[in-house]
């Protein structure tokens, strides 16, 4: 019984002498230093930021389509039953939007397939700030109203 206890003992402390180095990097395992990259000669406005790897990024904008569900009377919101945003990290849902003073909803009503962009507010609810009806605007509608050059 006493060399159990002894091996368990021995165990126990090997594993805590792993788990506490596990926090000290060596020279092997250390990233590069990124200091000395040159940013500028990188061209990122080729690159799919929705997606990186298996980790979908979250951002403050994107866009998406979808059916409209109900508008305000105002029409300083609309209700659309969406497909996923991947810009934002925002699964398919139906969900009520905040519209920008820019963006004239007039001439949509219930049931309107729509292309849409929004934007993450400083109070984190997603606004429209961009809008197309996909039935009779096209299918690539959005296109023209989307700045990615951001210059």
Do not use: P, W
């Amino acid at each position: 019984m006493k060399h159990i206890t002894q091996l368990a003992a021995s165990a126990i402390f090997a594993l805590s002498l792993v788990a506490c180095s596990g926090g000290q990097d060596s020279a092997e395992t250390k990233s590069a230093d990124n200091s000395t990259m040159n940013h500028s000669t990188m061209n990122h406005g080729t690159k799919d930021h929705s997606q990186m790897g298996d980790k979908k990024m979250t951002g403050d904008t994107g866009h998406t389509t979808g059916v409209i569900v109900s508008i305000s009377e105002d029409g300083q919101q609309a209700t659309i039953d969406h497909q996923e945003i991947a810009g934002v990290g925002m699964g398919a849902m139906t969900m009520g939007f905040g519209i920008l003073s820019s963006v004239d909803l007039s001439g949509y009503e219930k049931g309107d397939n729509v292309s849409f962009m929004v934007k993450k507010g400083r109070d984190g609810s997603y606004r429209i700030t961009a809008i197309c009806n996909t039935d009779t605007d096209g299918a690539d509608c959005l296109t023209s109203k989307m700045d990615h050059d951001g210059h």
